[in-house]
């Protein structure tokens, strides 16, 4: 009986120990940013902005959603009724995150905009838009619905490529999307 509630503890004190090393949801496997002693996360990537993005994954620095950002986004819903729902809410940050990326080479960063509530967001999944400036307006580049996304260091046609990551219970999927000069897709080459 000793032995059980010995092994029991262990293992509670184990599951404590990752818990609060890495968070909920998340494995030593899948972590790029180390916790600190202070609480603080390190970012262990060569980029001075975050770079893993994803459902399950907080957005270190966040920034607003302009309007016209917010607009291509509700528009982009399909189902009326919940464009509405979403229209009437003129509060962006009760629906998505975003922050700013670096993501082509012209030094202006990008903004990348995370779903956090239905429609946009469920279980271990989000909808993840890029918006690159053009002029005066924003020009979404990338539209998915993920469990996490990547910015990579390779380059194509000027922008950095993305790895995409979706989960099951027993697999994880990898994609790899690429700028085509336009828009991102799926392993688009130069």
């Known amino acids: 009986m000793k032995s059980h509630l010995y092994t029991a503890s262990l293992v509670f004190v184990c599951l404590g120990i ?4 890495f968070g909920p949801g998340m494995s030593s496997a899948s972590v790029p940013f180390e916790p600190l002693a202070n609480g603080e996360i390190a970012d262990n990537t060569s980029s001075e902005r975050q ?7 907080d957005i270190l620095k966040k920034e607003s959603v302009p309007d016209k950002v917010w607009q291509q986004i509700v528009q982009g819903e399909d189902n009326e009724s919940i464009r509405q729902q979403i229209a009437a809410d003129d509060r ?6 975003a922050s700013l990326i670096d993501i082509s080479k012209n030094d202006v960063p990008a903004l990348l905009v995370v779903g956090r509530k239905s429609p946009f967001a469920n279980f271990n999944k989000a909808n993840i838009w890029i918006f690159t400036r053009d002029g005066n307006d924003y020009k979404r580049v990338l539209s998915v619905r993920v469990f996490e996304l990547e910015i990579l260091d390779e380059e194509v046609n000027g922008y950095r490529s993305i790895k995409l990551f979706n989960v099951t219970a027993s697999d994880v999927f990898e994609e790899l999307f690429r700028f085509d000069g336009r828009r991102y897709g799926r392993n688009n080459a130069d």
Do not use: L, Q, T, Y
């Open 18 to 21: 990752s818990f609060i090393a």
């Open 51 to 57: 770079r893993r993005f994803g459902a399950e994954r």
């Open 92 to 97: 962006p940050e009760a629906w998505v995150e």
